[in-house]
């Protein structure tokens, strides 16, 4: 299976800058779309950005213009650049990804979350 490992959340100021990372392992193959997606307290988990093998974007209304997704393919690893940041996105942040080999093996896979809090 994929294994996916969350970081660079934390503590920002409203205006600041944070960069998320998302590094996968294991069977990293076939890996169609990865994307992160957001859960703040009594609220539904929710998608931030997403991004496909060809490099197709995908971004919430809320975070056009601030967030950027991006990819290294190189090291396996998927970033969320958060500019702006606003107390309404404070929440955890969960990096996902999609799977496909056949039409019978296939799977979404999930990092344990990294903590963003946009807070004076």
């Known amino acids: 299976q994929v294994q996916l490992v969350e970081s660079g959340g934390g503590l920002v100021q409203p205006g600041g800058s944070l960069r998320l990372s998302c590094a996968a392992s294991g069977s990293i193959n076939r890996i169609y779309a990865m994307g992160w997606y957001r859960q703040a307290p009594e609220k539904q988990r929710e998608l931030v950005a997403a991004?496909?093998?060809?490099?197709?974007?995908n971004y919430a209304d809320s975070v056009k213009g601030r967030f950027t997704i991006s990819r290294d393919n190189a090291k396996n690893t998927v970033y969320l650049q958060m500019n702006s940041l606003k107390p309404e996105d404070t929440a955890v942040y969960y990096c996902?990804?999609?799977?496909?080999?056949?039409?019978?093996?296939?799977?979404?896979?999930w990092g344990q979350g990294t903590q963003v809090t946009v807070s004076s």
């Open positions: 996902n990804a999609h799977r496909v080999v056949t039409t019978t093996e296939f799977g979404d896979y």
């Open positions: 991004i496909t093998s060809g490099g197709s974007t």
